[in-house]
């Protein structure tokens, strides 16, 4: 009983502390959840019974950004793009593909940056606009991107199309990790 007790007074003080920032970066997380959640799943599926467990899977990384809540929420997001291009047969549109990769990178580096912030942090808006702005710039470069391989699958649509996209994104994806490990290893 002493436990529970603990834990109220603990929630309590943390209700009384928390500042603006931490509250918005997390009305952040659940809006960009709920948005990859919603673009990901089909129409027949969110307007039946599934709304309410679906704004529950956005709410968990927003109250909870340090477990593995943001992980379940992107696997839950994933899943509902293969139920809605396997099971309903919807066709797969660049925009959905490339708003739904935004919601969840967005999900991402916004639970990255509460996980750092204390509840009771006061933090310059510029901090947060920083933040945001290099996401902005990672989301562009990597929709510019994906659109120049999906032309460039377009232009060797013979059999091999997509292997070559397929390749070359795997290509970009080890140099960049190379490129990774070798900034962090001049520290």
Known sequence: MGAVIG????????AARISLAPVLVRVGIFLSALVGLLLAYPAEVVAGEALGPLVAVAVLPAVLPRRLWPTFAALVT??????ATDGYDRPIALWRLMAVAGALYLTHTLCALVAVLPYDAVVDPDVIVRWLTRAAGVLLATSVLGVLLLELSGARAGGGGWQAVTLAGLLLAVGMTALLAG?????
């Open 7 to 14: 834990r109220v007074r603990a929630l309590r003080t943390v």
């Open 78 to 83: 994933v899943g509902g793009w293969l139920l």
């Open 183 to 187: 900034l962090l290893r001049r520290r």
